[in-house]
């Protein structure tokens, strides 16, 4: 049993709002935001928020026996300027799929770690050499404390643990 190089997404798209412009780079570096990813609260006679759009980051460049995959790990690092908590964190192949990774908890620097029962996917459902195959991250004020906050994308990898 063997993991994976950790590999670095070189797309991204929005699933929202057209909120987030990214700066393109190499697959080996991954995409950078360059601008923050807002997730807002405030006070105007009653609660308001207004959210960040869920990111989904694509095309790992996986190159691998899909049937050998057995456990999956998502590096995230953000830096979280305020009470900003995890809302999304699942995979993605056309849309949402498996289980919702959220961890409330999550500091800055987190992986998110599973077999592919903890994720809820079947190993025959995914590609994950497919360019389509990737990552949905959405994250929100907090539940309890919501507050003005900025969040920016540091990094995001993935890596696969062979059989």
Do not use: C
């Amino acid at each position: 049993m063997t993991w994976t190089k950790w590999k670095q997404p070189t797309k991204t798209q929005l699933l929202e709002l057209d909120e987030v412009s990214f700066n393109g780079s190499s697959p080996s570096r991954g995409l950078v935001s360059n601008k923050p990813i807002s997730a807002v609260s405030n006070y105007f006679g009653g609660l308001y928020t207004v959210e960040s759009s869920a990111i989904v980051f694509t095309d790992f460049g996986f190159d691998v026996n899909n049937q050998d995959v057995e456990y999956i790990e998502l590096y995230l690092h953000v830096s979280r300027l305020g009470r900003t908590q995890d809302k999304t964190i699942s995979l993605f192949m056309d849309k949402k799929i498996g289980k919702n990774q959220s961890d409330l908890e999550a500091a800055d620097e987190h992986t998110y770690t599973g077999g592919l029962e903890e994720w809820k996917i079947a190993s025959a459902t995914m590609d994950y050499n497919s360019p389509e195959f990737g990552v949905i991250i959405d994250l929100q004020p907090h539940t309890q404390y919501p507050s003005n906050v900025t969040v920016y994308l540091r990094k995001i990898a993935v890596r696969l643990k062979l059989k």
